[in-house]
Structures are given as C-alpha cells and as structure tokens.
C-alpha cells in the first residue's frame, strides 16, 4: 500500500525558509513521480512542482520557480524535499505530496495523483 508523509513544516517569519520532506513507501518500483501542492486558506489546492524519478526532470508552476526547489534523495528516490526560500504571507497553505502508480510522468492535475500525503501546514507571519 503506498503512503506519502510529509513532514517539516511550521510557522516561519517572511524571509525565512523551510525545507519540506515527502517520504513515500510501498512503491513497487522507484521511479513513479512525486508532486508538491498546497491550499491556501479559502483557495483550491494548486500544483507548485513535480520531480520526475524516472529522468530526474524537475517542473515548476509558472510564478512557482524561483523560490521553490525541489530535490529528492538519490539515496532513496523515494524522499522528495521542497525548500521554499524568501518567505512570504501568501505562502501560507497546508503542502501536500502526491504521487501516482499509473503514470510515469509528471502533471500539475490533481486527477493525475492517486495517493496523497496528509499534509503539513506551513504559517508565514511576523
């Protein structure tokens, strides 16, 4: 059965920065693509990035890159790591992984990803 648990959130000051953990097991196989989203207070839930474990390709929401990074264990593909730099309000949101068995290939598409994480909130404020 495959799980996702993230972990590293926490309440930060703007500027400040985070690094987020997503360890995913039962997998079969290592190469199934990992996915950051978030939901914001009152927002839909929305792509931030996906890391590609087949080709090691990383993909970033527009207005995503730059702050964002997204990185994995080459020890163990299974452990994803978002790291969110320059901190801002707006980044406030519950950060979700997600992953799926059926495609190889990354989506900003909720549809796309069968097993989510329970998720980890992340609270920017001074």
């Known amino acids: 059965q495959v799980q996702l648990v993230e972990s590293g959130g926490g309440w930060v000051q703007p500027g400040g920065s985070l690094r987020l953990s997503c360890t995913a097991s039962g997998f079969t196989e290592d190469y199934f693509p990992i996915a950051w989203f978030r939901q914001a207070p009152g927002k839909e839930r929305e792509a931030v990035s996906c890391l590609s474990n087949r080709d090691g390709r990383v993909y970033y929401v527009d207005g995503m890159k730059g702050r964002f990074t997204i990185s994995r264990d080459n020890a163990n593909k299974n452990t994803v790591y978002l790291q969110i730099n320059s901190l801002k309000p707006e980044d406030t949101a519950v950060y979700y992984c997600?992953?799926?068995?059926?495609?190889?290939?990354?989506?900003?598409?909720?549809?796309?990803?069968?097993?989510w994480g329970q998720g980890t909130q992340v609270t920017v404020s001074a």
């Open positions: 997600a992953s799926t068995t059926t495609y190889y290939y990354c989506s900003e598409y909720e549809r796309h990803y069968s097993y």
